[in-house]
């Protein structure tokens, strides 16, 4: 398999190179040339298949020949066994009567849905430095649920130095403890004064630097990073077989910020798994289905919201469907992206709109309408939702087009990471698991930094050059 950017400039690259470069060198986005197939005995047999062995099958195709598939499915076998079900992510009705499910992909260690990805990259990345006897620094930037899904990914891990940027004030307080109570020392948290879009701008001008990208080898995890995605696609095959696929289709809708989980969800459609329906599901943070809507990509400012892992305004993930629907012209692509940069706001060439408008279907809910939801799912399920997956579900009801087709609302958080919103909704909290319960009191490591790329670029070189004492590049005595 091999890999091209979106923006069309520079080589095809393998896997694991790609694995590590996270973003392409000229500022786009790594997409496979072209997207392996599942055929129908394929998705038959994996009916009777456990998590780990399908996602190993799914997965194999976009990492050969880098990976032996031996080598592969050991790496696979290893990345899920922090999760607290024996299905990785299962399947939860809702409604029986109405063929309404819940996809909890929050038994992880973080309580949501990026550790299914971030798991399996901790293991791909040490497995990669190793063989090469080299070193990274991971930044990355997080709303909240990425940040500590990336750390428990390579916590205490040879090899990585990772930075993590976070808004100041504008993750929940769970989150954040989930981040700063990671006392180990290739892990930094940097509060940065500023939205999420500021940190992830942060992050893509020190890519964009190429002499301090070198200098650093600088790496990424955030949802860009073509292996999460990847990974992704995963439990979108198994809730489809689990409900009938190859014979029946499945609808999902899927609450969306960076783009990256319902991107999953299209590439797991190309690979062949029926799904009829894919619903993208916004909080008032909305630039998505207003693109949906009028064609318009415009930034607007970001809105704080209840379901925080969502108020962002650059769905970056986005720019890999563009790439798609503009019939793979990175050139086109890459003009586009830059006046995106430029005055914040694109018109999505009429027939990219159109087939935007036939793979999706999209709207927003607000935080009334979530709190809503929240209420009416625990009355008539005795289910306690998070505030991202009630959107998901608002939207989800709404734009349902076939009665007798499932439909899957991704849970995409465990409801405790967001104990306030949910005890406004409902009159009382959710219970607290012992994987959070067990942080209250913990000393919390974390630095305040303005929102500054040169003080930030100056904190790196001074944190990581301690690093460069535990690096693997010397060559092996
Ligand atoms: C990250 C996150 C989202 C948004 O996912 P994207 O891949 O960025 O669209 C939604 N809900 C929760 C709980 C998240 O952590």
């Not at 399947?91 to 990026?114: C, H, I, N, S, Y």
């Not at 390579?154 to 004030?169: A, C, Y």
């Not at 909080?283 to 998505?288: A, F, H, S, W």
Request: aromatic share 8%.
């Amino acid at each position: 398999m091999k890999y091209e950017s979106t923006r069309g400039s520079g080589a095809r690259r393998g896997f694991s190179d790609v694995l590590l470069e996270g973003l392409a060198p000229d500022g786009g986005l790594y997409v496979p040339v072209e997207i392996p197939l599942l055929n129908e005995s394929t998705l038959r047999s994996f009916a009777d298949q456990a998590f780990a062995q399908v996602a190993t099958e799914v997965m194999l195709p976009f990492v050969v020949p880098d990976y032996e598939p031996d080598e592969f499915a050991d790496l696979v076998q290893h990345s899920y066994q922090q999760f607290d079900h024996p299905d990785v992510t299962p399947l939860r009705v809702l409604d029986q009567g109405t063929g309404e499910w819940l996809l909890e992909l929050f038994w992880g260690p973080t309580l949501a849905f990026k550790d299914v990805a971030l798991q399996l990259l901790g293991n791909l990345f040490e497995h990669e430095l190793e063989k090469r006897s080299h070193s990274v620094t991971v930044i990355g930037a997080t709303s909240g649920d990425t940040g500590s899904a990336a750390i428990e990914a390579v916590r205490g891990r040879e090899g990585i130095e990772l930075f993590m940027l976070h808004p100041r004030g504008r993750v929940s307080e769970i989150q954040r403890l989930q981040m700063t109570t990671v006392d180990v020392p290739n892990i930094h948290n940097l509060a940065i004064e500023g939205t999420f879009d500021d940190c992830q701008d942060l992050v893509k001008a020190m890519f964009a630097d190429t002499e301090f990208r070198q200098r650093h080898d600088l790496s990424a995890v955030n949802s860009i990073n073509w292996a999460r995605v990847m990974a992704q696609t995963v439990y979108y095959v198994t809730a489809a077989v689990a409900l009938g696929a190859p014979g029946s289709s499945v609808a999902f809708s899927v609450p969306t910020g960076n783009f990256g989980n319902i991107y999953a969800g299209h590439v797991a459609r190309e690979m062949g798994v029926p799904i009829s329906q894919l619903i993208l599901a916004t909080n008032v943070n909305d630039i998505l289905t207003r693109a949906f809507e009028t064609g318009g990509l415009q930034i607007t400012e970001v809105v704080r919201s209840t379901s925080p892992a969502m108020d962002i305004q650059v769905s970056s993930n986005f720019e890999r469907l563009l790439f798609e629907l503009l019939g793979r012209d990175g050139a086109i692509l890459a003009a586009l992206m830059e006046r995106f940069r430029m005055i914040g706001h694109i018109e999505l060439p009429g027939p990219v709109l159109e087939a935007f408008q036939e793979l999706f279907d999209a709207d927003r809910l607000d935080d009334e309408g979530t709190a809503e939801v929240i209420g009416r799912v625990y009355d008539q399920a005795g289910v306690v939702l998070d505030p991202h997956t009630a959107v998901g579900v608002g939207v989800g009801r709404a734009l349902r087009r076939d009665p007798d087709v499932p439909l899957v609302m991704l849970a995409c958080a465990h409801a405790a990471k967001f104990p306030d919103t949910v005890e406004a909704a409902l009159g009382e909290g959710p219970i607290e698991p012992d994987r959070i319960r067990s942080l209250r009191g913990l000393p919390e490591r974390v630095v305040e930094l303005p929102n500054e790329l040169g003080t930030v670029q100056a904190f790196i070189d001074e944190n990581r050059s301690q690093a460069s004492t535990v690096t693997l590049d010397r060559p092996k005595e």
